[in-house]
C-alpha cells in the first residue's frame, strides 16, 4: 500500500494541474459525479502559496493569523493548546483556552493544494486533538479522539500532515471533551485561498468565529456547563464595544467568512446597508447559478458561510446577530418585568434599605445603557458605548462596517461624516403641516 | 420568799444583759450590699431617710436608666424587699424575747374551808426552769436566727438585683430586636407593594403576589410578638422595680452595652462564688446551731419538764409558808435517746443539704462561665465575621441586582436576612450580659438558678422571676 506522500508525488505525476481547473472543482456538487476517491487522492505538487502574490490575506479582526514557514516544501505550523486570558471587553478577563496564547485561536491560512504538516503541542491539563472541520482529510488526521487518533497527552507534542485539496473557509477546533475545550474557547478558522481564482480577489476578507459563553458576573471563568442560557456571544471572542470594525473602502469588494462553534445556538447575522451573497460553505463554492441576494445569513452550529459583497455605500454600518439576546452582554437575565408599573415612592423606600438602589426598567430598559450603575466585578454592563449620535444600546454580537471612500488606511476612521440633511432628525411643524400628519404623540402644553 | 425574789434577779439580770443590735443588721446588710453590689439598699421605717430613697427613685426614673439604676431603683423601691426587712424586724424582736424571762404565770388560789371563816389563800409563781436555764443557749439561737435572716434578706437583694439585671437586658435587647423587626417590616412591606403594582401593571403573577403578601403578613406578626415582648418585659421590670401609676413610663438606654473588651476576672471563681454565697452561709449557720443541739439535746429532754418555782403558801391559820416547789418527773421511759437521735439526723440533714448546695454552686458557676465564654465569642464571631459578612452579601447582592442578575424580591430578602443576623447577634449579646450579670451576683454571694444564661427564650426570664416573692423566707 502505497504511502500518503507517495500517492500525493503519484497523482501529480498523472494528473497535473488539470486536477485543479475550475471545472474539477465544480465537481463537489452532486450533479458531477466522477470516481470515488477522495479529493486529495492524485493530488498535483505545488509551490507553498504566497500571500500576496497566490492571495490576499484575511484579516482577522481582535485576531492573528498562524505564522508558518517552508520545510521541504511543506508549509509548518504550530498550534500549541493551553490556557489563555481572553479580555471579552474592557472590565471582563476570564481564564479560558485557546491556541498560540489567544481564542479564537490564529487563523490559518493557506493556498488550496499547500501541503502541511501542523503540530500540535498540548499544554492544557488534559489530553485533546485536532479536528479539521471541513477539510478533506485522510480518515486519521481527522482528529476525532478515539475514532481517529489516540489523545494527545498533556506535554505532549503531535504531529499531523496532509494537504489542502479544495479552496474554501474550514473551521479547527479539538475532538477531546468537547463540552469543555470548545465551551473553554478552543476554536480557530482555516481560510483556503483559491490557487486559481474564477472570479476576483476581495479586496477586504474578514474572518470571523461566532461562539457563546456563560460567564456568571463576578466570575472570571467560562461555565462550560450550561446548555442554554448563555449571556456572552462572540465575534472572535470579543463583545461589542471591543469588537474591531470591519474597514473598507468604497468600492472595495468584500468577503466576510463566519464560522460558528457555538455550543447550542445558530447566528442569523444580520448587515445593515447591503444586500450580499452567500458563496461557500465549509461544504464547498456555491455555484453563481445557486446563490441568491440576503440581508441576512443564518450561521448555523458546526457550519461555515462566507459572504461577499461590494462596498459601495458609505457610512457605519451595524453587523450583527439578530437574535436579540446575542446583542446583548452579561446583564439582563434574572430582572422583574417592571414595564408600565408605577413605582410611587418604592425607590425612597427601598433606597432607605439599601442605599444605592434604583429601580429601573419602569418603561422597557432602553436607559441601561447610559445609567452606569455599580456592577459585581469582573462584569461588563450589558450595552452602552457612547457613539456621535448617543449611547449604542447593544452589546454582544455586534460590531460596525465602516465604508469610506478614498481611505489611505484600514484604520478605524472613526464616526462616519454624514452629508448635510442624510440624519433622521425631529421634524418640524412646517413639515408636519406640510404633509398633513396630525397625530404627532406631543403632550398637550 | 426573798429567797424566790432573788432568784427572778438573777434571772432578770441573766435576761438583761446581752445587747441587742438596735438596727437588726440593716446596717451590716447595707455594707454588705454596698460592697457586693455596689448599691444602697434602705429599709423604709417611716423616717427622713424614706423621703430621700424616695427622691433617689424618682431622680433616676426621671433619667435614661441602665442596668445599674433599675436595680438601685428595685433596691429602693420593691415592697417585697421591704416586706423582707420587716423580718429582721422580727428577728430583732425575738432576740430581745429570747433574752428576757418568760413572764412568770402567777397562781392565785383561795380556798374556802369548811368552817367559812378561815380563809386560806395560796398562789405561786411558776416558772419555767428550763426557761431560765436555757436563756443564754437561747439568745444564742435567736442570734443566730437573726444572721440567718439577715443572710435571708441579702440573699432576697441578690435575687432581685440578678432578676432586674436579667431582664432590664432582656428588655433592652428586645427593644432593639423591635427597631430590627420594623425593618424587615419596612423590606416585607417594600416587596409587598412592588409585587402589588407590578401585578396591577398585568407583570406578575397571583401566586407571586400572594407570596409576597404571606411574607409581608408574617413580618407584621412577627413585630406584633416582640412588641409583646417588649410589654412583658416593661412589665417585669414595673413589678421589680415596684412601680405603677405615673412612674411607669420611664425610659431605657436604647442599646445593650457593647461587648467590654475585657472579661470579667474569672479566677478561682468556684472558690469565691462558696466564700460568699449567702445561702450556703445561712446552711452553714443552721448546720451549726443543729450540731451544738446534737450535744445539748440530751440534756435538754431530760429536764425539759423540770419545773421550778417557788412557793409561797398561807396557811389557813394565817401562817405564811414558803418555799421552792419542785416538780420532777422520774425518767423512767424518756432518758432523750429519741431526741438526741433526732437532733443527730437533723445534723446530717443540714450537712448533707450543706454539700448538695455547694456541688450545685460549683456547677452553676462553672456553667455560666463556659456560658460566659461562648457567647463573648459568639458576639465576637457576629460582630467581626457574620454582620460584616451580612453586609457584603447586601452589598454583592445591590451589585447583582443592578447586573439584572436578582430580583427586587430577592435583593429585599437578602436585605431581611442581614437583619436576622443582626437579630442574631444581639440576642448573642444579651446573653453575655445576662451571664456576666448573673457571675458577678454569683460572686456576690447569690445562688445562680438552675435555668439561667444561655437559656436563649422567654421561658428562661420567666423561670428566673419563678421565685416570685422576694421577701418571702423560703
Ligand atoms: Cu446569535
Given at each position: 500500500?502505497?504511502?500518503?506522500?507517495?500517492?500525493?508525488?503519484?497523482g501529480?505525476?498523472?494528473?497535473?494541474?488539470?486536477?485543479?481547473?475550475?471545472?474539477?472543482?465544480?465537481?463537489?456538487?452532486p450533479?458531477a459525479?466522477?470516481a470515488?476517491?477522495?479529493?486529495?487522492?492524485?493530488?498535483?505538487?505545488?509551490?507553498?502559496?504566497?500571500?500576496?502574490?497566490?492571495?490576499?490575506?484575511?484579516?482577522?479582526?481582535?485576531?492573528?493569523?498562524?505564522?508558518?514557514?517552508?520545510?521541504?516544501?511543506?508549509?509548518?505550523?504550530?498550534?500549541?493548546?493551553?490556557?489563555?486570558?481572553?479580555?471579552?471587553?474592557?472590565?471582563?478577563?476570564?481564564?479560558?483556552?485557546?491556541?498560540?496564547?489567544?481564542?479564537?485561536?490564529?487563523?490559518?491560512?493557506?493556498?488550496?493544494?499547500d501541503?502541511?504538516?501542523?503540530?500540535?503541542t498540548?499544554k492544557l491539563?488534559?489530553?485533546?486533538?485536532?479536528?479539521?472541520?471541513?477539510?478533506?482529510?485522510?480518515?486519521?488526521?481527522?482528529?476525532?479522539?478515539?475514532?481517529?487518533?489516540?489523545?494527545?497527552?498533556?506535554?505532549?507534542?503531535?504531529?499531523?500532515?496532509?494537504?489542502?485539496?479544495?479552496?474554501?473557509?474550514?473551521?479547527?477546533?479539538?475532538?477531546?471533551?468537547?463540552?469543555?475545550?470548545?465551551?473553554?474557547?478552543?476554536?480557530?478558522?482555516i481560510?483556503?485561498?483559491?490557487?486559481?481564482?474564477?472570479?476576483p480577489?476581495?479586496?477586504?476578507?474578514?474572518?470571523?468565529?461566532?461562539?457563546?459563553?456563560?460567564?456568571?458576573?463576578?466570575?472570571?471563568?467560562?461555565?462550560?456547563?450550561?446548555?442554554?442560557?448563555?449571556?456572552?456571544?462572540?465575534?472572535?471572542?470579543?463583545?461589542?464595544?471591543?469588537?474591531?470594525?470591519?474597514?473598507a473602502?468604497?468600492?472595495?469588494?468584500?468577503?466576510?467568512?463566519?464560522?460558528?462553534?457555538?455550543?447550542?445556538?445558530?447566528?442569523?447575522?444580520?448587515?445593515?446597508?447591503?444586500?450580499?451573497?452567500?458563496?461557500?460553505?465549509?461544504?464547498?463554492?456555491?455555484?453563481?447559478?445557486?446563490?441568491?441576494?440576503?440581508?441576512?445569513?443564518?450561521?448555523?452550529?458546526?457550519?461555515?458561510?462566507?459572504?461577499?459583497?461590494?462596498?459601495?455605500?458609505?457610512?457605519?454600518?451595524?453587523?450583527?446577530?439578530?437574535?436579540?439576546?446575542?446583542?446583548?452582554?452579561?446583564?439582563?437575565?434574572?430582572?422583574?418585568?417592571?414595564?408600565?408599573?408605577?413605582?410611587?415612592?418604592?425607590n425612597?423606600?427601598?433606597?432607605?434599605?439599601?442605599?444605592?438602589?434604583?429601580?429601573?426598567?419602569?418603561?422597557?430598559?432602553?436607559?441601561?445603557?447610559?445609567?452606569?450603575?455599580?456592577?459585581?466585578?469582573?462584569?461588563?454592563?450589558?450595552?452602552?458605548?457612547?457613539?456621535?449620535?448617543?449611547?449604542?444600546?447593544?452589546?454582544?454580537?455586534?460590531?460596525?462596517?465602516?465604508?469610506?471612500?478614498?481611505?489611505?488606511?484600514?484604520?478605524?476612521?472613526?464616526?462616519?461624516?454624514?452629508?448635510d440633511?442624510?440624519?433622521?432628525?425631529r421634524?418640524?411643524?412646517?413639515?408636519?403641516?406640510?404633509?398633513?400628519?396630525?397625530?404627532?404623540?406631543?403632550?398637550?402644553? | 420568799?426573798?429567797r424566790?425574789?432573788?432568784?427572778?434577779?438573777?434571772?432578770?439580770?441573766?435576761?438583761?444583759?446581752?445587747?441587742?443590735?438596735?438596727?437588726?443588721?440593716?446596717?451590716?446588710?447595707?455594707?454588705?450590699?454596698?460592697?457586693?453590689?455596689?448599691?444602697?439598699?434602705?429599709?423604709?421605717?417611716?423616717?427622713?431617710?424614706?423621703?430621700?430613697?424616695?427622691?433617689?427613685?424618682?431622680?433616676?426614673?426621671?433619667?435614661?436608666?441602665?442596668?445599674?439604676?433599675?436595680?438601685?431603683?428595685?433596691?429602693?423601691?420593691?415592697?417585697?424587699?421591704?416586706?423582707?426587712?420587716?423580718?429582721?424586724?422580727?428577728?430583732q424582736?425575738?432576740?430581745?424575747?429570747?433574752?428576757?424571762?418568760?413572764?412568770?404565770?402567777?397562781?392565785?388560789?383561795?380556798?374556802?374551808?369548811?368552817?367559812?371563816?378561815n380563809?386560806?389563800?395560796?398562789?405561786?409563781?411558776?416558772?419555767?426552769?428550763?426557761?431560765?436555764?436555757?436563756?443564754?443557749?437561747?439568745?444564742?439561737?435567736?442570734?443566730?436566727?437573726?444572721?440567718?435572716?439577715?443572710?435571708?434578706?441579702?440573699?432576697?437583694?441578690?435575687?432581685?438585683?440578678a432578676?432586674?439585671?436579667?431582664?432590664?437586658?432582656?428588655?433592652?435587647?428586645?427593644?432593639?430586636?423591635?427597631?430590627?423587626?420594623?425593618?424587615?417590616?419596612?423590606?416585607?412591606?417594600?416587596?409587598?407593594?412592588?409585587?402589588?403594582?407590578?401585578?396591577?401593571?398585568?407583570?406578575?403573577?397571583?401566586?407571586?403576589?400572594?407570596?409576597?403578601?404571606?411574607?409581608?403578613?408574617?413580618?407584621?406578626?412577627?413585630?406584633?410578638?416582640v412588641?409583646?415582648?417588649?410589654?412583658?418585659?416593661?412589665?417585669?421590670?414595673?413589678?421589680?422595680?415596684?412601680?405603677?401609676?405615673?412612674?411607669?413610663?420611664?425610659?431605657?438606654?436604647?442599646?445593650?452595652?457593647?461587648?467590654?473588651?475585657?472579661?470579667?476576672?474569672?479566677?478561682?471563681?468556684e472558690?469565691?462564688?462558696?466564700?460568699?454565697?449567702?445561702?450556703?452561709?445561712?446552711?452553714?449557720?443552721?448546720?451549726?446551731?443543729?450540731?451544738?443541739q446534737v450535744?445539748?439535746?440530751?440534756?435538754?429532754?431530760?429536764?425539759?419538764?423540770?419545773?421550778?418555782?417557788?412557793?409561797?403558801?398561807?396557811?389557813?391559820?394565817?401562817?405564811?409558808?414558803?418555799?421552792?416547789?419542785?416538780?420532777?418527773?422520774?425518767p423512767?421511759?424518756?432518758?432523750?435517746?429519741?431526741?438526741?437521735?433526732?437532733?443527730k439526723?437533723?445534723?446530717?440533714?443540714?450537712?448533707?443539704?450543706?454539700?448538695?448546695?455547694?456541688?450545685?454552686?460549683?456547677?452553676?458557676?462553672?456553667?455560666?462561665?463556659?456560658?460566659?465564654?461562648?457567647?463573648?465569642?459568639?458576639?465576637?464571631?457576629?460582630?467581626?465575621?457574620?454582620?460584616?459578612?451580612?453586609?457584603?452579601?447586601?452589598?454583592?447582592?445591590?451589585?447583582?441586582?443592578?447586573?439584572?442578575?436578582?430580583?427586587q424580591?430577592?435583593?429585599?430578602?437578602?436585605?431581611r436576612?442581614?437583619?436576622?443576623?443582626?437579630?442574631?447577634?444581639?440576642?448573642?449579646?444579651?446573653?453575655?450580659?445576662?451571664?456576666?450579670?448573673?457571675?458577678?451576683?454569683?460572686?456576690?454571694?447569690?445562688?445562680?438558678?438552675?435555668?439561667?444564661?444561655?437559656?436563649?427564650?422567654?421561658?428562661?426570664?420567666?423561670?428566673?422571676?419563678?421565685?416570685?416573692?422576694?421577701?418571702?423566707?423560703?
Open positions: 500500500m502505497p504511502t500518503r506522500r507517495e500517492f500525493l508525488v503519484s501529480a505525476v498523472a494528473s497535473g494541474a488539470a486536477m485543479l481547473s475550475p471545472q474539477a472543482r465544480g465537481a463537489d456538487t450533479s459525479p466522477t470515488a476517491v477522495p479529493a486529495y487522492a492524485n493530488l498535483p505538487v505545488f509551490p507553498p502559496g504566497e500571500p500576496g502574490q497566490d492571495y490576499t490575506p484575511v484579516v482577522t479582526p481582535n485576531g492573528v493569523t498562524l505564522p508558518w514557514k517552508v520545510v521541504g516544501g511543506a508549509k509548518i505550523f504550530h498550534l500549541v493548546a493551553e490556557p489563555v486570558e481572553d479580555e471579552f471587553a474592557p472590565g471582563l478577563k476570564a481564564h479560558c483556552w485557546g491556541y498560540n496564547g489567544r481564542t479564537s485561536g490564529p487563523t490559518m491560512e493557506v493556498v488550496e493544494g501541503r502541511v504538516r501542523i503540530y500540535v498540548n491539563p488534559e489530553a485533546t486533538t485536532v479536528h479539521w472541520h471541513g477539510v478533506i482529510v485522510p480518515n486519521g488526521m481527522d482528529g476525532v479522539h478515539g475514532l481517529n487518533q489516540p489523545a494527545i497527552p498533556p506535554g505532549e507534542t503531535f504531529r499531523y500532515e496532509f494537504a489542502f485539496p479544495r479552496p474554501g473557509t474550514f473551521m479547527y477546533h479539538p475532538h477531546f471533551d468537547e463540552l469543555t475545550q470548545l465551551g473553554m474557547g478552543l476554536n480557530g478558522m481560510v483556503v485561498h483559491p490557487r486559481q481564482p474564477t472570479q480577489r476581495p479586496d477586504r476578507d474578514f474572518v470571523i468565529m461566532l461562539n457563546e459563553w456563560f460567564i456568571d458576573p463576578g466570575t472570571s471563568r467560562p461555565n462550560t456547563l450550561i446548555m442554554t442560557d448563555f449571556n456572552l456571544f462572540t465575534f472572535n471572542s470579543k463583545v461589542f464595544p471591543a469588537t474591531e470594525p470591519l474597514v473602502r468604497q468600492g472595495d469588494r468584500v468577503r466576510i467568512r463566519f464560522g460558528n462553534l457555538s455550543a447550542q445556538d445558530h447566528h442569523p447575522i444580520h448587515i445593515h446597508g447591503y444586500s450580499f451573497a452567500v458563496v461557500e460553505t465549509d461544504g464547498g463554492q456555491l455555484p453563481p447559478t445557486a446563490r441568491w441576494p440576503e440581508a441576512t445569513v443564518l450561521v448555523p452550529v458546526g457550519a461555515v458561510r462566507t459572504i461577499d459583497f461590494v462596498a459601495d455605500n458609505p457610512g457605519d454600518w451595524a453587523v450583527h446577530c439578530h437574535m436579540t439576546h446575542h446583542v446583548m452582554n452579561q446583564m439582563g437575565h434574572d430582572s422583574l418585568l417592571l414595564m408600565d408599573v408605577d413605582p410611587g415612592d418604592l425612597e423606600k427601598i433606597g432607605r434599605l439599601l442605599p444605592g438602589y434604583m429601580t429601573t426598567g419602569l418603561t422597557g430598559n432602553g436607559g441601561m445603557g447610559e445609567m452606569r450603575m455599580a456592577l459585581p466585578p469582573n462584569t461588563i454592563a450589558m450595552k452602552g458605548i457612547d457613539y456621535q449620535f448617543g449611547p449604542i444600546g447593544m452589546g454582544g454580537m455586534v460590531t460596525v462596517l465602516k465604508v469610506r471612500p478614498n481611505l489611505t488606511s484600514y484604520e478605524d476612521p472613526g464616526w462616519y461624516q454624514h452629508p440633511d442624510t440624519v433622521a432628525r421634524a418640524t411643524a412646517q413639515e408636519l403641516s406640510d404633509d398633513g400628519v396630525k397625530d404627532t404623540g406631543a403632550k398637550p402644553a | 420568799m426573798m424566790a425574789f432573788g432568784l427572778m434577779m438573777v434571772l432578770g439580770i441573766l435576761a438583761g444583759c446581752a445587747a441587742v443590735p438596735k438596727d437588726a443588721g440593716l446596717a451590716d446588710i447595707q455594707r454588705r450590699t454596698q460592697s457586693r453590689l455596689g448599691q444602697h439598699v434602705q429599709w423604709n421605717r417611716g423616717t427622713e431617710e424614706d423621703h430621700q430613697a424616695d427622691e433617689a427613685v424618682h431622680r433616676l426614673l426621671s433619667e435614661e436608666i441602665g442596668p445599674a439604676q433599675a436595680v438601685q431603683i428595685a433596691l429602693l423601691n420593691n415592697r417585697r424587699l421591704q416586706a423582707a426587712f420587716q423580718e429582721l424586724g422580727l428577728a424582736a425575738a432576740l430581745v424575747q429570747a433574752g428576757l424571762l418568760k413572764n412568770p404565770i402567777f397562781d392565785f388560789e383561795r380556798r374556802f374551808h369548811n368552817d367559812g371563816n380563809k386560806a389563800m395560796e398562789f405561786a409563781v411558776m416558772d419555767d426552769f428550763l426557761h431560765v436555764l436555757l436563756i443564754p443557749l437561747r439568745r444564742r439561737l435567736a442570734a443566730v436566727d437573726l444572721e440567718r435572716t439577715k443572710s435571708q434578706v441579702l440573699a432576697d437583694i441578690l435575687e432581685l438585683s432578676q432586674v439585671q436579667a431582664s432590664f437586658y432582656h428588655l433592652q435587647a428586645d427593644a432593639q430586636i423591635l427597631q430590627m423587626r420594623r425593618t424587615v417590616l419596612e423590606a416585607a412591606e417594600a416587596a409587598y407593594e412592588l409585587a402589588q403594582r407590578m401585578q396591577k401593571a398585568g407583570n406578575l403573577n397571583d401566586l407571586a403576589l400572594a407570596r409576597e403578601q404571606v411574607a409581608y403578613e408574617q413580618a407584621r406578626l412577627d413585630l406584633s410578638t412588641e409583646q415582648g417588649v410589654i412583658e418585659d416593661r412589665e417585669r421590670l414595673n413589678t421589680l422595680m415596684g412601680l405603677w401609676g405615673a412612674d411607669v413610663t420611664w425610659r431605657i438606654e436604647s442599646r445593650l452595652p457593647d461587648l467590654p473588651p475585657e472579661e470579667m476576672n474569672l479566677d478561682h471563681l472558690r469565691r462564688a462558696i466564700e460568699t454565697n449567702v445561702d450556703l452561709a445561712a446552711l452553714y449557720q443552721r448546720l451549726e446551731t443543729a450540731g451544738r450535744g445539748l439535746t440530751r440534756t435538754v429532754s431530760a429536764i425539759s419538764q423540770v419545773q421550778l418555782g417557788a412557793h409561797v403558801e398561807r396557811e389557813p391559820d394565817g401562817l405564811w409558808t414558803a418555799g421552792p416547789a419542785l416538780s420532777l418527773p422520774l423512767l421511759f424518756d432518758q432523750g435517746q429519741a431526741a438526741a437521735a433526732s437532733a439526723a437533723r445534723f446530717v440533714q443540714w450537712w448533707n443539704q450543706y454539700t448538695a448546695l455547694a456541688v450545685e454552686i460549683r456547677s452553676r458557676v462553672r456553667r455560666v462561665r463556659d456560658v460566659l465564654r461562648l457567647t463573648r465569642q459568639q458576639v465576637i464571631f457576629y460582630r467581626d465575621l457574620v454582620l460584616p459578612l451580612q453586609q457584603r452579601v447586601t452589598e454583592q447582592a445591590l451589585l447583582r441586582y443592578n447586573a439584572m442578575q436578582m430580583t424580591f430577592e435583593l429585599l430578602q437578602t436585605k436576612e442581614q437583619v436576622d443576623a443582626g437579630m442574631r447577634y444581639i440576642k448573642a449579646l444579651r446573653d453575655y450580659w445576662i451571664a456576666r450579670a448573673e457571675l458577678e451576683h454569683a460572686l456576690a454571694g447569690h445562688v445562680l438558678q438552675e435555668t439561667t444564661a444561655g437559656s436563649d427564650s422567654r421561658k428562661g426570664a420567666e423561670d428566673r422571676t419563678g421565685r416570685a416573692n422576694p421577701g418571702s423566707d423560703s
